[in-house]
């Protein structure tokens, strides 16, 4: 049995005005990381409470790590408007800067999923406080995820061989172009969405965690 957990609701300070979110972690342990995760895309009904992000979030907290939800601009209970991704990096941005606040010193495992891939993955791309990124049906069919190119993070990519927005040609496209450490995991027969297959993917977050943030070993 692990160390019981707790929720904390609340509202962090955002750019526009308060971001709704979620802290989910153990405080009886002593955690190696934390995880910041990032929803689908608000427009089409993506929120902190997607069954994606939550089953990452299980990932992060099944591993030890305090997992922060938050909702875009816009989303849920999160002041202000939509604002095509450059908004939304600003949110992260305040995400990031409360976790690190919460838990200061400890590395950041940033995962996003779909539209939240595209804008996490920007933000913790270049923040120091970030260790790790993970994207999440990755939607390379559809916005530009160049910034990752020369980025020596560990990367992970989980990606339905049916996935719509991001089809497995243009997706492999980009994640050769990256540089090492990297990892691309394929969920065969998975869609955008995973259907059928979330426990498979919480199974290859968890290993990547504790690969890249909790064991001492390094690379894949």
Sequence with gaps: ??????????????????????????????????????????QYGGNMHNKVVHRAAKAAL??????????????????GSFDNGAGEQEDARAALDYLVSR???????????????????????????????????VPAG????????????????????????GPPAEVAALFQSLAAPKQIHWVEGGDHFFTGKLDELENVLCRFMALHLISPFQGW
Excluded: Y
């Excluded at 099944?62 to 002041?79: E, K, Q």
């Excluded at 891939?117 to 913790?124: F, K, N, R, S």
């Excluded at 990752?148 to 339905?160: N, T």
């Design 142 to 165: 559809v916005l530009d995820f160049s910034f990752l190119r020369g980025v020596q993070k560990p990367k992970l990519f989980v990606q339905g061989t049916r996935d719509q927005f």
């Design 103 to 137: 838990f200061p010193r400890l590395p950041v495992c940033l995962i996003g999923f779909s539209f939240g891939a595209w804008v996490g993955l920007a933000v913790g791309a270049s923040d120091p406080h970030v260790a790790a990124l993970a994207g999440l049906g």
């Design 1 to 42: 049995m692990g160390s019981p957990t707790e929720i904390e609701r609340m509202f962090i300070p955002g750019p526009a005005g308060p971001l709704e979110a979620l802290l989910e972690w153990a405080p009886a342990t002593a955690p190696a990381a934390a995880a910041l995760l990032c929803h689908p895309h608000p």
């Design 62 to 79: 099944g591993s030890g790590l305090p997992a922060l939800r938050f909702n875009f601009r816009g989303a849920g209970g999160s002041a």
